[in-house]
């Protein structure tokens, strides 16, 4: 009997959902049923017993394609669709650390920093710095090498040399400065969850265990930083899409 899952897809398609062990690369272009893939691998799993929904992660670039997700598979199983876990890498990062700030020596009722307030944090910070003032510093672009030293990737290349410098100078005084708060960033959210799996074994075998399939959408959108997040949450036998 074929399953209710299949109904509708190309034979591509179809494998990409009956495929359940390993990794599993979708390649597609934009219009062509990435998202219809995943819903329908998301409930097969669920109907073949593969997997109970709550064992099933789905990480998106917005909460609209989350929500889409849990109600197109809500739509053929039921409430138990509602049990998969489908949000942004930042919701589950923030979720994540709702749950383990004391980890993170984070207060209970942590803040956000968010993109205006994180700006406003380094503007007064470089208050103190010799350059700051005299080269016309651009604090995006600032903001943008302290990414690149944060997930520990190669900074943008280019720039006056002065970035690199203020950059290493900043960045720790920008981290203390945010501990001191009680807040994270945006590249906190999923950068500080990362950092506390590597170095917590036992949390880390719990989160391995907890999902047994990990889907991704959009995946060729991913950054050093997501990527690492996947690999800290992404069990030994990789069923990974």
Same mark, same amino acid.
């Given at each position: ?61 917005? $909460? ?158 991913? $950054? ?18």
């Amino acid at each position: 009997m074929t399953s209710p899952w299949l109904e509708g897809l190309n034979p591509q398609q179809q494998s990409a959902v009956k495929i359940t062990e390993g990794p599993l690369l979708i390649l597609a272009g934009a219009g062509s049923g990435k998202t219809t893939v995943l819903v329908s691998r998301a409930g097969h799993l669920v109907s073949s017993h593969k997997a109970k929904a709550h064992e099933i992660l789905v990480l998106t670039f917005t $909460n609209k394609a989350a929500k889409e997700l849990k109600e197109r598979v809500k739509s053929k199983i039921g409430k138990q669709g509602e049990k998969i876990w489908a949000g942004t890498f930042h919701g589950f990062g923030l979720e994540f650390l709702k749950k383990n700030h004391k980890l993170a020596d984070l207060p209970a009722r942590f803040g956000l920093l968010d993109a205006t307030d994180a700006k406003a944090v380094l503007k007064e910070l470089l208050k103190d710095h010799k350059h700051f003032g005299k080269s016309g510093f651009d604090i995006e672009t600032l903001q943008g090498v302290m990414g690149a030293l944060r997930s520990k990737k190669s900074p943008p290349v280019g720039l006056q040399p002065e970035y690199y410098e203020v950059a290493e100078w900043i960045l720790p005084k920008y981290i203390d400065k945010m501990h001191a708060l009680g807040v994270v960033d945006f590249d906190g959210l999923i950068l500080r969850p990362t950092e506390i799996l590597r170095n917590n074994s036992d949390l880390s075998y719990k989160y391995k265990n907890k999902f047994k399939y990990i889907m991704v959408d959009e995946f060729q959108d991913t $950054n050093k930083i997501q990527m690492d997040f996947i690999k800290a949450i992404c069990n030994d036998q990789e069923n990974l899409a």
